[in-house]
Nanobody, 118 residues
């Protein structure tokens, strides 16, 4: 089992910044990929950014150039630095871990609310 705890959400004005953190614990040695997803009211959950064990990253087109995903392996923590925030970034942000144990197992955090006011 893997436990994920997010923090860092809040209310910010358009153009502002926030940094989300996701601390992983438990059976973390087989984590392949970690990522951030978001879900706005009435919409499906969508990928924001991912980072694999090698450090390679992937971003949704809507956040490229504004968001940066990174990780601190010593702290088992993944971060999402969000700059130049827009009202359309308002959503609940979820941390995700993809664990390989002969097949893929996916774990989710509880989510953290990000609200960007216009």
């Amino acid at each position: 089992q893997v436990q994920l705890v997010e923090s860092g959400g809040g209310l910010v004005q358009t153009g502002g910044s926030l940094r989300l953190s996701c601390a992983a614990s438990g059976s973390i040695f087989n984590i392949n990929t970690m990522g951030w997803y978001r879900q706005a009211p009435g919409k499906q959950r969508e990928l924001v950014a991912t980072i694999i064990s090698s450090g390679s990253t992937n971003y949704a087109d809507s956040v490229k150039g504004r968001f940066t995903i990174s990780r601190d392996s010593a702290k088992n923590t993944v971060y999402l630095q969000m700059n130049s925030l827009k009202p359309e970034d308002t959503a609940v942000y979820y941390c995700n871990a993809d664990v390989w144990r002969g097949s893929h197992y996916y774990y989710w955090g509880q989510g953290t609310q990000v609200t960007v006011s216009s």
